[in-house]
């Protein structure tokens, strides 16, 4: 395996002075975001076909162990605050449960019985989209789950950093990024984790746009539930609106917090319930409920 080998590179680097070290490690993360780049295609695929389920009501579960694992249930979490995501269509599996993400239990990924256990508990189906991430592209939980996902008929994507993985041959979509030898020969938590991290970004992002919870580059379906993020859907509400930073928060408080329904409220004069419903009929998505002109 590539993430195995020796770099030729940074063999000696123990022996390198402290600032050349660290320059040397910011120096191999380079690579990482290219190799995600050469995976355009791959991503894009994945991107498009996973948006269809979604769009039909599917779930995003998120499969993985160790550092792999970790990565993949940031992703998954995350997109609640950002997207206002439902937490129950956003599954993160992880091998040894929840604990392992803050203490390492590495013998967990072997475990193909648990990965299998854990989708049929979930109630995986044709529905759901499956994302398994492993750097090795053969941890056995991973490559388990993912294949039993297939076999119940869930679109499933494979993220791996080693050419010719199994975890390749056993998904529909198969995401290759190669990152190749690590600074430190074997820790996937660097090079290949950093290339992850880039790939299930763009990849959960590309999927919330696609859906229309993103309009005029801006996360028109984050909650405000802080007051920086009050501040900032107000003023989001007034910029999409063509209103005022005040008329956006006075809209914002009788949407009941919602940007898209108080956008809609102040660009089209509708009161709350109108709006509201407008929305609901879009589907969420407010480019969609503003009309061709949006």
Known sequence: MTTESISARFESSDNWPTPDLVAGLIESQFAAVAAVQAATAALAQATDAAAARLEAGGRLIYMGAGTSGRIAVQDAVELRPTFNWPAERSLALMAGGDGALIAAREGAEDDEGEAVQVLDAAGCGPQDVVIGVAASGRTPFTVAGVRHARGLGALTVG???????????????????????????????????????????????????????????????????????????????????????????????????????????????????AAQAAVRAAGGNLARALGPRA
């Open 159 to 273: 993220m791996f950093n080693n050419p010719g993985a199994v975890l390749g041959a056993v998904c529909d979509i198969p995401v290759l990024i190669d990152t190749g030898a690590e600074f430190l020969a074997g820790s996937t938590r660097l090079k290949a984790g950093t290339a992850q991290k880039v790939a299930l970004n763009a990849f959960s992002t590309g999927v919330m746009i696609r859906l229309g919870l993103v309009f005029r580059g801006q996360m028109v379906a984050m909650r405000p539930t802080n007051a920086k993020l009050r501040d900032r859907a107000a003023e989001m509400v007034a910029r999409l609106s063509g209103h005022d930073a005040a008329a956006g928060q006075v809209a914002l408080d009788r949407a009941g917090g919602s940007i898209a329904i108080a956008t809609l409220m102040l660009a089209q004069g509708l009161d709350a319930a």
